[in-house]
């Protein structure tokens, strides 16, 4: 009898088309077609879920999907548990403190006012570091926070710096390197376990000749 | 209408069912010498506090009574149930057997789908210290599974193993590898107990803890040898090496007695409860989101409430589990329904009676 296919969550975006792109590699062909969201690849072994990523990790704490793709941003900001079998090559990223250029000076206030989308991140590590903060939770385009004087500072994810520069924004401090995880339902892992750990296996293996074929 | 968060009320077919398979595993714990008993809904939190991890601490439903006790509201029967153990037992009465069907109440963030864990049935063996009191459970256990008729699965480990492997680590330590542990950040684990162990060692404890598998799987394992000796053996000593000949010997013993089950053993279980100090299990099952039974030894802690006994037991999500049970139509209501049209309502009265006695359903 044919197994049932693994469970697979995929976030919306660049992160989506990247795992596509190498899952492609190891022979893992899917695609979502006519704004579907659920896909199957053409062997029958895998069901992609496509989701918003800040629901990935409901989607995988509830064993909707037993597997998923999520950057560890997402995953504090769930405060779910999961097992990261593998780390992804692709999509780091660093969380960072910035501010105004030239602006910034801490120590005259009572508390760091910081205008963020990750708000659990910001307060534990600013409690760990026993500064006190204030957070001011946003939904998008965090930057204009201290451009339209909401608060001084934000807390956001930077990569190339760009969107910072073009507001006229500074890094203040980086704060935590940011990956990108393969996440498992736990109990999801325990009755699947041999099939993930040979999936796993496989990614691992297929993600570096992948990394070296782009390199060509 | 505005409903509280966490909170689950079920009617009709759904609730009768439940009362059926209630009864129904109440009357399996009865055939195996169990007897019921009722926990109060809150107790005073002093009490629990140094019981209950930190994870959990929150979720619990904390109040100020009129004296200024603070109370918490019944988060885990198997901690009630001890106290009210360590107040009427006494060694003559020992070993004992108990069940309960109760509900629990725990706080539910929004996006927690979880309100269906909030009913827990379940045995505590109090008194029955070892092999023996271990293999009952289990076996009640597997009977339990086959009453659900439920495609699950069982995973065995050892939370003696654990405290064997990290005996030098200290207990701040080992909740810290307990939480890797449990979450199979063996890489991290690594590193971690490298410190303390020896890179070498590290990495063997990181090995024979991700281990899932048979007892001959397992055998295997212990049978690799390293300069003329058992590895296993020779890296964590006889005391670690003997827990794991016990969990093959478990393993064995349920083969003998025709375990019918899925059955694993599983060294990544390790019991997140504090009072774990044996033998520790969850129960699997498909298209569900985590276990659905949880179990184990847990040898201290009736010392606690005032009686040194050692005791076994398992809880079920009994909700979690009741839409995947197979063959419902055992618990399901009465198919056909009588009703006696009679404008007399004394005749109608005394028809339906006769039908009822024949076990018929009948309304008036």
Redesign the interface.
Known sequence: MKEQPLLFALPKGRLMEKSRDLLGSMGIDFSFDNRKLVADDKSGNYRFFLVKNSDLPTYVNHGIAGLGVCGSDVIYESGKDFYKLHTFSYGSTKMCLAGLKGSHNFGNDAALKISTKFTRFTRDYYHRHNTPVEVIKLNGSVELGPVLGLSPYIVDLVETGNTLRANNLEIIKELEDIRVHLIVNPAYYKLNYKRINKFVDDIKTGEAKWNLERRK | MKIPQGSESFFFEEAYIHRKLTEAIQNLFNSWGYLPVETPVFDLFDVYRTLIPESDADKIYRLIDREGDLLMLRSDITLFLARQMGLILSDKDLPARICYSDSILRHQ?S?D?SHNEFFQSGIELVGKAGFSGDMEVLLLLNKVIELLDIKA?I?LGSHALFNQVFRTFSEQQKAEILRMT????FRALTEYCSSVSGAQKAEAEAELFSF?GSADELETLMNVKSDGREKITGLFGEDAAGELKYLIKIARNLEKAGFTGNF?I?LSEVGSQAYHTGIVF?V?M??????VISGGRYDGLLSKFGIDAPSVGFSLLQRKIEPGIGSKERFSKPADVTEINDKDIINAFNKAEKLRNEGKTVTL
């Open positions: 963030n996006d789908i699965e995973h449990e979450l199979r950040e899932i694993q599983d969850q699997y498909h298209g569900m989101d985590s276990a």
